[in-house]
């Protein structure tokens, strides 16, 4: 086992081209490549496994990218144990995708967040599939926390993400609408004061069960956060009908605001048999948890931000995080690999937080006309 994981995170440079061994962390590899030009190789894919090659979500994930760009090649051995991705041009423009329920619209729009800025249209995406699921972040959580952090880097006008159909798993149904204007380059970040924490706001979420769920999930909420902080507000937000999907659930999604414009986020969903009380016991427990860790990013977004300052002009972006997870660690290492860029890292032992800093690379969308 050991030596698998070592095969899955060696890497190798030549002639332009970076070879990786297995499919770990697949996706960053992928928008990084598209992003820096870079061809990439995977190799022994989950070979030793009984079902070995590519999983059927990562297969959809590569049609999505052949939707949004022009000139990309793709080549899939027999097996699905090797791919090489040879990246196009980002175009954007109007389509749609059927994720399918293997996983859910936030692993595809995780993606298309980072690459939408830098294309050659605005992008208007429909995604169709689960919306809510523990696995991936929320479409609530992009919508209520991603999308103000691109904001911060100048992606402003026209940015909007709509949640028409709600889906939970196992059957999906859902659909969500993302709209992302085009840039031609991205504002430096400096962004270290926490602040305090000054409300919290969420939206409590259910499909096909009883109207109250939701309710019973804000009240059990709102008797850990008031204890707290006064101005706490939850959403209810009850679908029914085409609406709601195929299948029934619930869940919630709680953002804290500090006074500095901090937004830390918490993310459930309905186990099965959890009662709703429950529900909002933990993810008022999570909340407070990623508050307590500190900083200005939560950990969920901790790679989107560090992915950003990257790609900005030549010039010094600095954020404060928590501790960084080890998804984080693995996506900066992989940033200095695809572009060359190292960070700088400070710690802070009173506060227990993260600085963040580096130099961007002066990435510029070539198609986008200066006015």
């Not at 798993?169 to 504002?187: D, M, N, Q, T, Y």
């Not at 010039?315 to 404060?320: A, E, G, L, M, P």
């Amino acid at each position: 086992r050991q030596m698998v994981e070592c095969l899955e995170t060696r890497s190798q440079q030549s002639t332009g081209t970076l070879t990786f061994e297995g499919a770990s962390r697949f996706r960053q590899r992928l928008v990084m490549s598209l992003l820096s030009g870079r061809t990439c190789k995977f190799e022994n894919i989950r070979s030793m496994e009984d079902k070995p090659g590519l999983k059927d979500y990562e297969v959809s994930l590569l049609r999505l990218l052949d939707k949004f760009t022009n000139g990309t090649k793709i080549e899939i051995n027999y097996s699905g144990t090797r791919v090489v991705f040879v990246p196009g041009s980002l175009i954007g423009g109007r389509f749609s995708h059927d994720c399918g329920t293997a996983r859910s619209v936030g692993y595809y729009l995780e993606a298309i967040v980072c690459l939408a800025p830098f294309a050659k249209k605005p992008l208007e995406l429909t995604l169709l599939g689960i919306t809510n699921e523990e696995t991936d972040p929320s479409a609530d959580i992009a919508r209520t926390v991603a999308l103000p952090l691109l904001k911060k880097f100048g992606v402003d006008e026209g940015l909007e993400l709509k949640i028409t159909k709600r889906g939970s798993p196992p059957e999906g149904g859902g659909e969500i609408f993302f709209r992302s204007p085009v840039v031609r380059a991205l504002k430096p970040l400096r962004f270290d004061t926490p602040g305090m924490i000054k409300r919290i706001r969420g939206i409590a979420y259910s499909m096909r069960v009883a109207a109250t769920t939701a309710n019973r999930v804000v009240d059990s909420t709102r008797e850990v956060l008031n204890k707290l902080l006064p101005d706490v507000f939850i959403f209810t937000d009850h679908y029914s009908g085409a609406e709601a999907g195929r299948s029934p659930g619930y869940g919630l999604a709680l953002v804290a605001e500090s006074t500095t414009g901090a937004l830390l986020s918490s993310d459930c969903v309905a186990r099965p048999g959890e009662l709703p009380e429950d529900l909002g016991r933990r993810a008022a427990a999570m909340l407070l948890d990623e508050v307590k860790r500190g900083g200005c990013i939560d950990a969920q977004h901790q790679h989107l931000a560090a992915l950003l300052m990257v790609v900005c002009p030549e010039d010094v972006s600095r954020i404060r995080t928590g501790p960084l997870t080890p998804y984080a660690i693995e996506y900066l290492r992989d940033l200095k690999t695809f572009f060359g860029t190292t960070f700088k890292l400070t710690p802070e032992a009173e506060t227990g937080t993260v600085i963040l800093s580096c130099v961007g690379c002066g990435y510029v969308n070539i198609n986008k006309k200066l006015v």
